[in-house]
């Protein structure tokens, strides 16, 4: 099998002096989500010959593993969609009309499927013509310039433009015409922004701290590790077909904080911080993902790397991926079937053989992650470990924001900031870097008055809410606006004391992670008190994240959209300890 280079760039340097973190001497131990499958399982030999060769540059499944692949993998052999890109394709797309394009399967496909591989998602259903385009922010970490260019790629298309913070601290920019792109591609160049391979079956945006470099209590800077993770990926964002023909989507993260901002419980590939023997490297969970069909938390795969092996170690799990996973019902292609499949050690010893020294260390027992600790909320003003400085975390209800924000939020961040913005996996924005002598300016901003509070109300801080049926073809319901108007509701009916996170997904693919919420309702159909049909939610209550993260559980299905807010109420005052507003203002 051939090997894959890539020259990288020097990571993205602080734009302030970091200090070094310090440790105080405590116990630690491993974030640890579940129990791992079996860790052995007779494997024929046969079943891991790779199902995948390369062919003139460009990863292809081989003729005799395409019997009962799905309908995606035959159009990834028809043409490897990474040639819309790396080829030029894209540009002789741009020049037809939609009707041409419509016309013929090969390039319907590439409209509806390939263009996926540029970030660019077709909104056939609600936007005919239309697309959503993702891009990729290692880290969440995105500048006042780049703001401002996305800016003017959706103002030029009036209401039908917006852009949202994603739960990969991401942006998604909607509206987008295919005539625009090649032009919007060379802007992104222009600001140091690339959407390739940020859709299908490709590594997703790289999660890290959004505090990275500038939290007291950080265990690790993250960002040269995202960073790298995202232009090995991508070779710089020139096309990297080693990674383009992957089974399924995959996730990844590198956790640098005790907070487990990254959430690396829901990862394929998680890198937790731990010492070994007094080198800095990373003990490895793998296989977490959400789906519609089932759920699983990421598992231990026993293994420890040293730094420098951070991007040999994920080459080494997507190669073993790539080559080894399954390739039909797309329900069951995420890299956990395959680690259930194999076991557990046949998987590790599969990725153990791609490393460069053909061997994976154990786990170490040194982990950095403190288990007894108490996530802390970073919306509202904090001090940086940079004396004279802090960073501010302003809430986006439900991440949608409009041009005229954009530009406005690049503004805050150049005059207050040093230009540059966090998002964060909550679809929220932290502007870092404000000297505390311009704090007291800041917090006037109309904008922070008026539209992002960095002092929401207990249940809005919490709130995260997928795109919804408003744009995505899939969703059963509506979310965005939907969720707003019944936590507005709720609030007039109960008042919580302590933080509940509440996530909407419109439908079962659960983009909106509502198995992490304390509270989640997924888009479903439901029957009204007549037996009609009516938008409805299933409800699942008690996700964890941090330390003792797990994923919640199915509580009601199928309650009407338009009951949600009594119901809701009630849940809240069952298990959260809400008190009614009547009996309060009573008792007052």
């Not at 996926?116 to 998602?121: D, E, I, P, S, T």
């Not at 977490?288 to 080494?316: M, T």
Request: one cysteine or more; charged letters at 25%; a neutral charge.
């Amino acid at each position: 099998m051939s090997s894959f280079s890539v020259r990288f760039f020097a990571p993205q340097q602080p734009l302030l002096p970091s200090t070094a973190s310090s440790f105080r001497p405590k116990t630690w131990v491993m974030a640890a989500p579940t129990t791992a499958p079996a860790t052995s399982v007779d494997v024929d030999g046969g079943r891991l010959e790779p199902r995948v060769e390369e062919r003139e540059g460009y990863f292809v499944l081989k003729e005799k593993f395409r019997d009962g692949i799905n309908p995606q993998e035959k159009i990834k052999i028809e043409k490897d969609p990474l040639k819309l890109f790396m080829e030029a394709g894209i540009d002789e797309l741009a020049k037809m009309s939609f009707e041409d394009l419509d016309k013929a399967k090969a390039t319907k496909d590439d409209i509806d499927v390939r263009l996926k591989w540029l970030g660019l998602f077709h909104r056939r259903k609600h936007q005919y013509g239309r697309f959503m385009m993702r891009l990729k922010l290692p880290n969440g970490v995105t500048t006042s310039a780049q703001t401002r260019y996305l800016a003017s790629v959706i103002r030029k298309y009036g209401k039908e433009g917006c852009a949202d913070v994603t739960t990969r601290q991401n942006w998604q920019i909607r509206g987008v015409v295919l005539p625009d792109v090649p032009e919007i591609l060379k802007g992104f160049d222009e600001v140091g922004l690339t959407s390739l391979q940020s859709g299908m079956d490709n590594v997703r945006n790289p999660v890290g701290n959004p505090l990275a470099g500038i939290d007291p209590e950080e265990i690790v800077d993250t960002r040269p590790y995202t960073n790298l993770l995202s232009q090995f990926i991508t070779a710089n964002s020139r096309g990297n077909p080693a990674f383009a023909n992957l089974p399924r989507k995959w996730n990844v993260c590198v956790v640098g904080s005790h907070d487990l901002y990254e959430h690396p419980h829901i990862n394929d590939l998680a890198y937790m911080p731990a010492t070994k023997n007094g080198r800095f490297g990373f003990n490895l969970l793998v296989g977490g993902f959400f789906s519609a069909k089932r759920c699983d938390e990421a598992i231990p795969l026993d293994a420890w790397v040293s730094a420098d092996d951070v991007i040999p170690l994920c080459k080494a799990v997507l190669e073993a991926y790539r080559d080894l996973g399954y390739r039909g019902n797309r329900q069951k292609t995420r890299m956990m079937w395959l680690i259930d499949e194999l076991g557990i050690e046949v998987f590790r010893s599969e990725v153990a053989k791609r490393m460069p020294q053909k061997e994976l260390e154990r786990a170490s027992d040194e982990d950095l992650v403190q288990k007894q600790w108490e996530r802390r909320d970073y919306l509202g003003v904090h001090p940086q470990k940079q004396e004279g400085f802090s960073y501010i975390g302003i809430h986006i209800p439900v991440g949608r924001v409009q041009a005229d924000d954009m530009d406005e939020l690049a503004r805050l961040a150049d005059t207050y900031g040093s230009g540059e913005f966090r998002l964060t996996v909550e679809q929220n924005i932290i502007i870092p870097n404000v000297e505390n002598s311009k704090l007291e300016a800041l917090l006037n901003e109309p904008l922070l008055k008026d539209r992002f509070s960095p002092q929401p109300s207990i249940l809005m801080k919490g709130l995260v809410a997928c795109t919804g049926n408003q744009f995505c073809g899939q969703a059963i319901i509506e979310t965005k606006a939907r969720a707003l108007k019944v936590t507005e509701e709720v609030e007039r009916l109960v008042s919580v004391s302590r933080p509940v996170r509440m996530h909407w997904t419109g439908c079962p693919n659960t983009c909106g992670q509502v198995q992490v919420a304390d509270i989640g309702f997924m888009g479903c159909m439901a029957r009204d008190e007549n037996g009609k049909p009516c938008e409805g939610a299933d409800i699942f209550l008690g996700g964890r994240i941090g330390s003792d993260s797990h994923l919640g559980e199915l509580y009601k299905k199928g309650v009407p959209c338009k009951n949600l807010v009594p119901v809701v109420a009630d849940i809240l005052v069952e298990h959260f300890g809400a008190v009614p507003r009547q009996r309060e203002e009573g008792e007052d």
